[in-house]
């Protein structure tokens, strides 16, 4: 057999108190008792035992000896490679004077002593200079462990127990103050520690004049677990103790009731610092005062330090009670000299809690005012009748926001009761969730009054209230303050109401001034106010039943509906009658014939009508006055000769069949000034009003006499037009919104007047007795003067419309194109390309050009279509003033349409009155 005697020291024991252990058990196996075990002794005990209790494998007496363990060293114990360590290998440890064991669960050596050994750790250089040296530092001073204090990382490779000592040295010598602090490392890794200071340094250092430090100061040294590290950090010591004065103390932000400090909408003060005698640290503290405390530290800047003044923010901790003034005493830590009698100085400063204030939402989409419950004539309200206010909460606090409705009179329609409403005392608080926006619920209060109107708001006045400090300790004064809020209608379900309506009729301000009896009508295009017109009305007769609350409406028919309420009093039904008026409202849109403008009246009666209340109403055109501009005794112009074979034009528009009360177009007159009759033969000459300076003063009067303006010819040929008298041409259409069918075929005349209206165009000649092409399509500003076969002349006369058709210009003058239309116009006829345009309308202004003088002359005739002509005189119709096709041009459907469009223009854009 080969044996190893090179085994290791500890492999030797193990193997030997295997032995012993192995023998003895043999031994034992001979017992009779079969009992299996070793023990051990050396005849040192009086009564030896010879038995062995029954849970030991080794027991061992003696009164004289121990049992002796391996002893290691910290590091011979090191040594043991970690594959070979046993769970529960022990060793007398003489590093520590301690027995150790193995624990393989936590891969450790435990002792039993109840201490950990001494960890192995270093400053390493990256840390070193990120070590932090906090507090004042005084020659004479003594540190405070709380304030004087040093923050610094370390690397540890060894777990255990450490202990650092950091001294600060003046030259060679120490200078009466250190660092220090102790613990333990349970882990390898980086720690932060704080060594804590004591003693008094004995020597300070001096700053320059700009209050910079002359030297580094202090050397510091480490001492890691008795081992000096060669981390090396400096700390200036003031020659002086620092000393200072809080000069004011400035709010920055605000404070609230509720909210604590730290919460982001609280604000923070300001100390102003002055007389600062030397560097350091400011700290600065107060006393708590109605839950709230400031503080604040700031190191001194050498600027700072040279301008003897500082500012120091102070935070805030806790939270405001109570929303008062909170007196503080600001106390700093400027040196005091105790030792001679100096008492501790501080600064007196009152912080401001805001009062309770808040915002009413009374037109928020968002947050609504709302109510519950039904509210009813006569009866008593109740805690389901609730008022829900959203109030942004500006400032917190406590308070009680009240809603009341005030009596408003006696009798019936009148509130005689006063109501309120509550929401009691409650807290106001911001919620980041809801924009602070917070609900309020307001409840009647107990006994508070009830309706006593009926199908009618009533008018809720809303307020907050507070006492302020009071609301939280009845021992303060009551500061009362309020905040008026909205007025919030809730409507209250009335007391049935019984009536008739009867003798229902029109009121306006126009009157026929041609039709018998002079009945009242309603004008077109007329816009009502939004509270109801006062000059289109219907009158009606009640015959009540009961008192109460009234209210009628009519169906809307041609854009007007009419509309009233008010109260029946007792005394109306005593009376069996009472004169009430309908508003109307909306916008009317059209001229129509009374047969189909019918008006139902509807109420809110509980007994119904036996009988429909109804009105027919007339839509008509007011009164209006054409100022026709041609010349001499021919009919190349509305006003022209309406007498002779070649009136075609004339005839239509001065025919009562197209343009009257029961006309196609129903408006009450249609008079051509300087004409005393329309629908006579009479005829004016007033080209001479445009051609001739002299007759600009007259030009002038008869355009603020005019409604619309129609130039045509002068004897089948063009005539001039002066300067001046087209720029008030234009004055009437841009700026009075005068109406305006200029018939032109002199393009120079064209192009002046374009000038004027602030527009240039380009024009282009062709022959004369030209054909058109009318658009196809309507746009946004020709529909009359395209019309339709459906409605009008239209659908009066053969079912024509213009769009596509052709329309002729005169062949006695000159005509033209424009090839550049501004795009502020409409065509609505072309010359072969639709790029050449004929006849235009503005989109906006009261302005129709057409690029011919005499396209509105033609013939009269009582034999048809057959005795039309279409070159010369396009303008045909029949001695009744019915229009006729000539050779497949339309001029004369294009004249009564154009006049149709002047009509209504200026009923809609010129004031509604007779001129």
């Not at 009246?601 to 009105?615: C, F, I, K, M, W």
């Not at 072309?830 to 003088?853: D, Q, R």
């Amino acid at each position: 057999m080969h044996m190893n005697f090179e085994m290791k020291p500890y492999k030797i024991v193990y193997y030997t108190l295997l032995a012993v252990f192995f023998s003895m058990t043999i031994g034992y196996a001979q017992n009779p008792t079969n009992k299996r075990g070793m023990k051990l002794e050396d005849n040192s005990v009086s009564f030896p035992s010879n038995e062995m209790l029954p849970f030991s494998i080794l027991d061992l007496s003696s009164a004289e000896r121990g049992f002796l363990l391996p002893k290691l060293t910290t590091e011979q114990r090191r040594n043991i490679p970690k594959a070979d360590l046993q769970q529960g290998l022990m060793i007398y440890n003489t590093t520590i004077d301690c027995m150790e064991f193995y624990n393989q669960t936590r891969d450790r050596w435990l002792n039993l002593c109840g201490e950990i050994e001494l960890a192995t750790f270093v400053i390493q250089d990256s840390k070193c200079s990120k070590i932090q040296i906090e507090g004042n530092y005084f020659e004479g001073v003594f540190l405070r462990e709380r304030t004087n204090v040093i923050f610094l990382e370390v690397n540890v490779s060894t777990p255990g127990t450490y202990q650092v000592e950091a001294t600060a040295y003046n030259g060679g010598n120490p200078n009466g103050y250190a660092f220090q602090g102790a613990g333990i490392f349970p882990e390898a890794g980086n720690y932060h520690i704080v060594l804590r200071g004591t003693g008094t340094p004995i020597q300070g250092y001096v700053r320059d004049g700009n209050g910079a430090p002359t030297s580094q100061g202090d050397t510091i040294k480490f001492i890691l677990n008795g081992k000096e590290s060669s981390c090396i950090i400096y700390n200036f010591v003031e020659k002086e103790s620092l000393k200072y004065k809080i000069n004011r103390i400035d709010p920055v932000g605000k404070f609230y009731t509720g909210v604590p400090l730290t919460n982001a909408k609280s604000g923070d003060l300001e100390a102003t610092l002055v007389d600062i005698t030397m560097g350091g640290t400011v700290e600065i503290h107060t006393v708590d005062n109605n839950g709230i405390s400031f503080s604040g530290r700031h190191t001194l800047s050498n600027a700072e330090i040279a301008s003897r003044t500082a500012k120091v923010v102070l935070r805030g901790e806790g939270t405001p009670a109570i929303p008062k003034d909170t007196p503080l005493n600001f106390f700093t830590n400027s040196h005091v000299q105790v030792e001679i009698g100096q008492p501790a100085e501080f600064f007196p400063y009152t912080v401001g809690i805001e009062p309770l204030y808040v915002n009413f939402l009374c037109n928020n989409a968002a947050y609504p005012i709302s109510h519950e419950g039904v509210f009813e004539y006569n009866t008593v309200l109740t805690e389901a009748n609730k008022i829900h206010v959203p109030i942004k909460v500006v400032a917190t606090g406590r308070g009680e926001v009240v809603g009341t409705v005030e009596i408003t009179g006696t009798g019936y329609g009148q509130q005689t009761e006063k109501i309120e409403f509550t929401s009691g005392k409650i807290d106001f608080e911001f919620n980041n969730l809801r924009d602070d926006v917070q609900n309020v619920v307001l409840k009647p209060k107990w006994g508070t009054g009830k309706p006593t109107v009926g199908n009618k708001d009533i008018v809720v006045k809303l307020k907050l209230t507070s006492r302020g400090a009071h609301e939280y300790d009845p021992s303060y004064p009551i500061e009362e303050s309020i905040v008026n809020g909205c007025d919030y209608n809730i409507p209250v379900i009335g007391a049935p109401v019984i009536y008739e309506l009867r003798d229902v009729r029109l009121f306006s301000r126009f009157r026929s001034i041609t039709q018998s009896g002079n009945p009242y009508y309603i004008t077109p295009k007329t816009k009502m106010p939004d509270e109801g017109s006062n000059e289109f009305v219907l009158y009606v007769t009640l015959v009540p039943q009961t008192a109460g609350e009234y209210e009628i409406k009519t169906n809307t028919l041609n854009g007007v509906y009419f509309y009233g309420k008010g109260i029946i009093e007792e005394s109306d039904v005593t009376r069996r009658s009472k004169e009430i008026i309908l508003k109307a409202y909306g916008k009317s849109d059209r001229d129509l014939p009374r047969a189909q403008a019918l008006y139902t009246l509807t109420g809110n009666s509980e007994v119904p009508q036996s009988t429909p209340a109804r009105v027919y109403v007339d839509y008509v055109y007011r009164p209006m006055k054409m100022y026709s501009i041609g010349g001499s005794s021919e009919s190349w112009h509305p006003g022209g000769n309406n007498g002779w074979s070649f009136s075609g034009g004339p005839r239509l528009v001065r025919s009562l069949d197209n343009f009257s009360w029961n006309g196609v177009v129903r408006i009450d007159k249609l008079d051509i000034i300087g004409i005393a009759s329309a629908q006579s033969s009479s005829y004016i000459n007033t080209s001479v009003d445009m051609s001739n300076t002299s007759n600009a003063s007259t030009f002038r009067s008869r355009l603020n006499q005019a409604d619309m303006v129609f130039i045509g010819g002068y004897n089948a040929a063009n005539f001039a037009k002066q300067d001046t008298q087209l720029s008030f041409l234009a004055d009437y259409v841009k700026r009075e919104n005068g109406v305006l069918m200029y018939g032109e075929g002199n393009d120079v005349h064209m192009r002046s007047f374009f000038q004027k209206l602030g527009y240039n165009i380009s024009t282009q000649d062709y022959s004369r007795s030209a054909v058109s092409r009318v658009v196809s399509y309507p746009g946004t500003a020709n529909p009359l003067i395209l019309g339709n076969n459906y409605s009008y002349f239209g659908s009066t006369y053969q079912n024509i419309s213009l769009p596509g058709r052709n329309i002729r210009s005169g062949g006695s003058a000159s005509t033209f194109s424009i090839t550049n239309l501004p795009s502020d116009f409409e065509t609505i006829a072309y010359n072969g390309s639709s790029n050449l345009s004929f006849a235009y309308v503005h989109k906006t202004l009261g302005f129709v050009g057409v690029n011919n003088s005499v396209f509105m002359g033609g013939y009269v005739t009582t034999a048809g279509a057959t005795n039309t002509k279409a070159d010369n005189y396009p303008m045909n119709s029949t001695t009744n003033g019915t229009p006729l096709v000539g050779n497949d041009t339309y001029n004369s459907w294009f004249l009564l349409n154009l006049v149709h469009w002047a009509i209504d223009y200026a009923q809609e854009h010129q004031p509604n009155v007779v001129k």
